[in-house]
């Protein structure tokens, strides 16, 4: 029989640090882990496995994006969420307690006067957006998630290069990213043109800086503080939607009040970037239209998902249909029982996404969830033909959300975005003239298409959804 040998001092402090680990990392996941499912795993993985338990909770369960994004930045517009900004500014009445929710979330309020244009694909909106370049008299302000070098790309260097030989400040914030998708990179060329660029978070060596997440995703152009530009384009011939592979895409351009948060956003970026503490002077703005308008961002620096909650609350609003256009589509949970919630009360909730998606994996973790949704009754929707890079939401005849952020832990959870928020009949139903066109050139997604997946092509979807939090 073996006799127990009694733990010597080094042995009991062993023993010691490890129950001082495991408690302490139990302690932090069952305050820091807002889900119980998660928070009851990880509490479970530190006390039984004292050692591996919380070296995997270090690694795998600490939220890292979110400690990174606060260190890098401070909050940007608003200072502070929870406080609801004054809202003079009236709406339609049925929409009134959605403009509370987003007034109470984001702190923004709401600006009257304002007009929007809307323009499809690059061929149609490229031409204006140069126009308002062309035209630019004081400062030109363009930040872009990808801005290529090709013949589209040059055109704007060159347009901007001709701005600075007018005098006009021009300022170019490029992702750090997002730049690596063309070559040679633009910066280069805009910088020996006399452009003022700045980038994003760039990946470095030293000190190793290799991010692949906290990316800038906003499209942001904004010339002489009265004009600004925002949708989901990025600069390049790939939103051509007539060239071999090219992408359709929807762009807004935006007039009144409302351009002055577009610019303070940009500023806002601007200045974490470079340190330059510019704001924007103070306007008289004419009344341009009769949309009235405020501007959601959203990032990994927040303690909130405002843009998850501002987007719940519309939908819970809704009285009559949801229209949604997405190229990327894995909703977190609450937005899904937005959508079930909605379907099950009668309205018409269509959501449509491309049939051939140009990362295929996001395709086919789409795959795995959409029957929770068709199964309830919403309508899902494959667009034919040529993939479609527009975002867009409509509730009932006078909401909608316009802007950068797809409806994917992407752009909710890991990346910097802005949206435009939109309460105006006109403007609402122009946009969902445009769904509802789209829908009807598109096939719709049954329930038996979903079940009747072939068994390795299930497990593909299966194992792509898993991974759903990183893609």
Not at 297 to 325: F, H, K, S, Y
Request: glycine share 6%; proline share 6%.
């Amino acid at each position: 029989m073996l006799e127990a040998v009694p733990l010597g001092p080094i042995e009991w402090l062993v023993v010691a640090a490890m129950v001082v680990m495991a408690t302490a990392a139990a302690l932090h996941a069952l305050l820091h882990k807002h889900d119980p499912a998660g928070a009851f795993g990880w509490v479970a993985v530190c006390l039984l496995f004292p050692v591996a338990g919380p070296v995997l909770y270090f690694v795998f369960g600490i939220n890292r994006i979110r400690i990174r994004a606060r260190a890098l930045r401070s909050e940007q517009l608003p200072p502070m969420a929870g406080t609801p900004a004054r809202d003079p500014i009236a709406v339609h009445p049925e929409f009134a307690q959605q403009a509370r929710i987003s007034s109470a979330v984001t702190g923004v309020p709401l600006t009257g006067g304002n007009a929007i244009d809307t323009y499809h694909d690059g061929e149609v909106a490229y031409p204006v957006m140069l126009e308002a370049i062309e035209q630019a008299a004081e400062t030109v302000y363009l930040a872009t998630y990808i801005f290529e070098s090709n013949r589209t790309g040059l055109r704007f260097a060159q347009a901007l290069e001709r701005a600075v030989r007018r005098g006009v400040d021009v300022r170019v914030l490029l992702d750090g990213a997002g730049e690596w998708y063309s070559w040679p990179r633009i910066r280069h060329r805009l910088r020996a043109g006399g452009v003022t660029v700045a980038r994003f978070l760039p990946p470095q060596l030293l000190p190793p800086r290799l991010l692949i997440n906290l990316r800038n995703h906003r499209k942001i152009l904004v010339v002489d503080g009265h004009t600004a530009f925002t949708g989901g384009m990025n600069i390049g011939d790939r939103h051509l939607a007539q060239r071999r592979g090219g992408v359709r895409d929807t762009h807004f351009r935006v007039r009144g009040p409302v351009v002055h948060q577009i610019e303070s956003i940009f500023l806002d970026d601007w200045q974490f970037t470079t340190g330059d503490r510019r704001r924007p002077p103070d306007r008289t703005f004419v009344s341009q239209g009769d949309a009235v308008c405020r501007t959601l961002v959203d990032g990994p620096n927040e303690e909130l998902n405002r843009l998850t909650m501002v987007l719940v609350g519309a939908i819970a609003a809704a009285r009559q249909r949801v229209l949604i256009m997405t190229p990327y589509f894995l909703p977190p949970r609450e937005l899904i029982a937005a959508l079930q919630s909605a379907a099950i009360r009668g309205l018409q909730v269509e959501i449509v996404l491309p049939g051939r998606n140009n990362l295929p994996f996001m395709h086919w973790a789409t795959r795995n969830m959409l029957w929770e949704l068709v199964k309830w009754g919403v309508r899902v929707h494959y667009q034919r033909g040529t993939f479609v890079h527009t975002k867009l939401l409509v509730v009932d005849d006078h909401y909608a959300q316009v802007g950068s952020a797809n409806l994917d832990p992407r752009s909710l959870r890991l990346n910097f975005e802005l949206v435009l928020e939109v309460f105006d009949a006109t403007f609402t139903n122009q946009v969902a003239e445009h769904v509802e066109r789209a829908i009807s050139m598109s096939r719709t997604v049954t329930l038996a298409e979903l079940a009747s997946r072939p068994l390795p092509a299930r497990i593909r979807d299966a194992i792509c959804w898993l991974f759903t939090p990183y893609l």
